[in-house]
């Protein structure tokens, strides 16, 4: 018989949401943290902890009028995406009503821009960076690997114009499928596909189609806000989505996706999904697939994906995992799915790695990367330099 979720000690509740001891006695006797007592002392049920740290969170996070504005250093104007009454928007549109079209369609229209496909030459460069990583190497090691193969040709790279940085855009997009083991192909959603799974079904395409465009950009994340740190400080385009590439490859970030992704392939080998949960809440990140802060409830962009996935091989098997893993969330922690639990389960229902869910991630957001690239150089140089203060000895 499967063992219940370990609860946590006072001690270790106050360790993970980052206080005294007495401060978690206090949030008991205000009825905002319930305990079990025995003769070991008081314990405390580890996800709805975690349930309360996320709502700590979220609580910080809405003081602020605006619902997306998160806790800022500062404020960064931007006019790529928006999150209005729990709806991802990109330039005043659903991003959910875009997801029939095909990625590229919207990119060209998200950054004003005719597609230019790599050139064979820079692909090989980029393939051949790739080849030369150990076999054990990681989706993010490949994927950071590609983009040096791909600078490193380019003796073009340093002019900051609008049409540099679109060719450069443009060559990521439809190069890094291909210089990451895929077939060329008009339809990049196929093409980045073909890397892992060469004659998948079309609802796997229109899946990951899907999920490329409702990962485009997504407020000011901390990949982002790293590319237009360089950005700003004239960093070339390779180099800018480098930078969002390190802020990225994160637990709390885009690794993330792949974290989940082996949390729902435990649950779909038949784990149950108390223990999965136990394994996956070790590392002190929180439960990965569950909760954001820009939402009240479901992340739009999950919502939009998960009809999309009963059509694939492993859709209905993969759903099922799913939907226990909600249900024991959703009574113990009161959390919602975001992105990173959709697109574990694309990756299971069609087949594809775990960590086929970070590269599918990275593609898509290099869109936005990019726009805000091209936002950051129309700016100041330097405006993001930040002035220390000093509060040492």
């Known amino acids: 018989m499967t063992a219940p979720l370990p609860r946590l000690t006072a001690a270790q509740t106050a360790a993970r949401l980052g206080v005294k001891p007495e401060t978690v006695y206090a949030y008991v006797s205000r009825g905002m943290l319930r305990r079990e007592r025995d003769a070991h002392g008081s314990t405390f049920d580890a996800l709805e902890v975690e349930a309360f740290a996320s709502g700590r969170r979220r609580g910080a996070a809405r003081t602020p009028a605006h619902p997306t ?11 790529v995406a928006d999150i209005e009454d729990d709806e991802l928007l990109y330039r ?12 590229a369609e919207v990119v060209a ?29 990681g989706a993010m090691d490949r994927l950071r690997a590609a983009l040096t193969g791909f600078a490193a040709d380019d003796p073009l790279r340093h002019d900051t114009s609008a049409a540099t940085l679109h060719r450069v855009g443009w060559t990521l997009l439809t ?23 060469p004659g998948a079904p079309a609802p796997v395409i229109d899946a990951v189609n899907a ?68 394994e996956a809440l070790q590392d002190g990140n929180g439960i990965p697939g569950f909760g954001h802060p820009l939402y009240r409830d479901i992340d739009d962009r999950a919502d939009a994906l998960f009809p999309l996935l009963g059509a694939l091989p492993d859709g209905e098997g993969t759903m099922d ?3 226990r893993l909600r249900a ?21 229902g069609a087949r594809l790695p775990d960590d086929a869910a970070s590269t599918i991630f990275v593609l898509g957001r290099i869109a936005g ?13 330097m405006r993001l330099r930040p002035r220390g203060e000093y509060v040492g000895p």
Do not use: C, K
């Open 69 to 79: 504005v998160g806790m800022p250093l500062g404020v960064v104007q931007t006019d």
């Open 211 to 278: 999920a490329l465009v409702l990962l485009i950009d997504h407020d000011l994340a901390v990949s982002t806000f790293a590319a237009r740190v360089a950005a700003s400080a004239r960093a070339d385009a390779y180099a800018a989505v480098g930078a969002a590439l390190g802020a990225a490859d994160s637990p709390l970030h885009i690794s993330a996706a792949t974290r989940t992704a082996r949390l729902l392939t435990r649950v779909r080998r038949g784990m149950d999904p108390e223990r999965a949960l136990t």
């Open 321 to 323: 995992a799913v939907a």
């Open 109 to 137: 229209w998200l950054w004003d821009a005719e597609r230019l496909d790599a050139p064979d030459t820079a692909i090989g460069s980029a393939r051949a960076v790739v080849d030369a990583l150990p076999l054990h190497a």
């Open 175 to 197: 190069g890094l499928p291909v210089a990451l083991g895929g077939d060329p192909h008009p339809d990049l959603a196929r093409s980045l596909v073909t890397a892992w799974a």
């Open 328 to 348: 024991v969330v959703a009574d113990r922690a009161r959390l919602q799915p975001n992105i990173d639990l959709a697109l574990a389960a694309l990756v299971s």
């Open 369 to 381: 990367w990019i726009a805000h690239i091209g936002a950051e150089y129309a700016e100041p140089a």
């Open 92 to 103: 005043g549109r659903r991003a959910r009503d875009l997801i029939d079209r095909p990625f």
